[in-house]
T-cell receptor, first 112, second 118 residues
Framework: EAQVTQNPRYLITVTGKKLTVTCSQNMNHEYMSWYRQDPGLGLRQIYYSMNVEVTDKGDVPEGYKVSRKEKRNFPLILESPSPNQTSLYFC???????????FGSGTRLTVV | AQKITQTQPGMFVQEKEAVTLDCTYD???????LFWYKQPSSGEMIFLIYQGSYDQQNATEGRYSLNFQKARKSANLVISASQLGDSAMYFC???????????????FGAGTQVVVTP
């Protein structure tokens, strides 16, 4: 089954404790992205990647890091999480034609 | 810069009635794509419908249709014969085609919460 897999689904952590949210896709898609969703703001892009070793900032990249060492994986790293990063996070992938966007199930992160 | 505006934060609709969700956009790209997604209370993002800026006809997918008015920069979603299972948050999104790296970037509106009542 074609899918984007995010882990974990839920995460509660403390301020300053580094964490990684994993994202993997099995569709051989070139493009992968991370979004955060906050009430009243919709989804905002954090980072995206056009291919292996090629990444770029989205609209809200501060406090986040990403890497794309393999085509299928695109982890999101929070080096020092803060409470304002409490949010619902989505990973998404799309093919090079830009028509098929597939989203992961989401990761609900709470930073206390 | 691209921008998507959804002006209806929430709306109620009666079962079996049609509902129109508004979406306006702003872009300088001559070519772009418009998407609608549904997000039920379980949280996943479900793709509903796509409209390309050069498509001659309005997109339709089952009970979903997209009323695309290019000159007015609007891409309203119409859900016909609403069902209780249509209760969800609905997002309009746009992808620019100005450069290849635009294809990986979806710009979203703030969303419209729809509640379908019996």
């Amino acid at each position: 089954e074609a899918q984007v897999t995010q882990n974990p689904r839920y995460l509660i952590t403390v301020t300053g404790k580094k964490l990684t949210v994993t994202c993997s896709q099995n569709m051989n898609h070139e493009y992968m992205s991370w979004y955060r969703q906050d009430p009243g703001l919709g989804l905002r892009q954090i980072y995206y990647s056009m291919n292996v070793e090629v990444t770029d900032k989205g609209d809200v990249p501060e406090g986040y890091k990403v890497s794309r060492k393999e085509k299928r994986n695109f982890p999101l790293i929070l080096e020092s999480p803060s409470p304002n990063q409490t949010s619902l996070y989505f990973c998404a992938s799309s093919s090079s034609d830009g028509y098929g966007y597939t989203f992961g199930s989401g990761t609900r992160l709470t930073v206390v | 810069a691209q921008k998507i505006t959804q002006t209806q934060p929430g709306m109620f609709v009666q079962e079996k009635e049609a509902v129109t969700l508004d979406c306006t956009y702003d872009t300088s790209d001559p070519s772009y794509g418009l998407f609608w997604y549904k997000q039920p209370s379980s949280g996943e993002m479900i793709f509903l419908i796509y409209q390309g800026s050069y498509d001659q006809q309005n997109a339709t997918e089952g009970r979903y249709s997209l009323n695309f008015q290019k000159a007015r920069k609007s891409a309203n979603l119409v859900i016909s014969a609403s069902q209780l299972g249509d209760s969800a948050m609905y997002f309009c999104a746009m992808r620019g085609d100005g450069t290849t790296d635009s294809w990986g970037k979806l710009q979203f509106g703030a969303g419209t919460q729809v509640v379908v009542t019996p």
